[in-house]
């Protein structure tokens, strides 16, 4: 089977994703109920610097065109999106909410990825795009992207190239960002089947930031993740999946040890999850 890489926004995505999921801190409830795999429905509350609010969420998926998603906060937001099925290796992804409306074309076969997707600003009228493209070989991934203002594509705001190698157990990337002046270097790696372990690099001209991390499991129904980061910030999340009631909790919790109380969390969330999760 020819290897194909990924596109170049999911360059590193196995440690962005160590670092991130899990650690929302965010407070709520939700119930998610699913009918017959095509009909998922989400609903829930959270809490929020603004107060209590509540959401609901309804993904339909067609086996012919793709998944559709509609989603709707008290508050008064709002969004929907589709992704559609790929055919022969091309898939589209249309999202929309009051602020801004994109629209991503995405090709992935045979040692080649692309992708470009167009976002405009309703408020400001103005259209950004960005395009990428990656070519692999043998678990090595080479490409770039760039953006620009669709009215004036000669001048990118943006341009970054990236590099991956992906083998069976391991996952090392080198990707830059802010027109190639900063430069992170990051590893995946599967201990065994428990154990996951990572760390970022991320190089910039005025400081350096180091994370490291990993994942644990305690027990098939329980898995920790901690991380740590070179000034000092330190965080872990506790996820413990019940049988019955069907539910998963989710604890995080960030702290400070360069402040004058370290045992005092900076931030701090509990999530529980009822239902077909």
Known sequence: MAFVPPQFSRLGQKTKDLFKKQYDYKNEVKVISKADNT???????????KGLAGYSKLIWTDKSIGA???????????????VTNKYEGVGLTLEGAPAALSVEAAYSKDAFAASAKLTHNIEKG???????AVI????????????????????????NIGAECSQKDLVGTIVTTDELRDITASYF????????????????????????GG??????????KFKAD???V???????????????????????TQSSNPFSPQKFGLSVCFGDF
């Open 230 to 232: 070179s000034v000092g």
């Open 136 to 159: 692999g070989f043998d678990g090595i991934s080479v490409g770039g992207n760039c953006d620009f203002n669709a009215a004036n594509p000669s001048s990118p705001t943006d341009y």
């Open 189 to 212: 790696q599967t201990i065994n089947s428990r154990l996951v372990l990572g760390s970022s690099l991320t190089v910039k001209p005025e400081s350096r930031i180091f994370v490291t």
């Open 234 to 256: 330190v965080g872990t999340a506790i996820t413990h999946t019940l049988a019955s009631p069907a539910a998963k909790v989710v604890a995080s919790a960030q702290f400070d």
């Open 215 to 224: 994942e644990y499991n305690l027990d098939k129904f329980t898995t920790l």
């Open 68 to 82: 559709f998603e509609v989603e709707a906060h008290s508050n008064g937001e709002y969004k929907g999106k589709l």
């Open 126 to 132: 103005d259209t950004k795009v960005n395009v990428g």
């Open 39 to 49: 009909v998922v429905v989400e609903s829930g509350g959270y809490y929020q610097a």
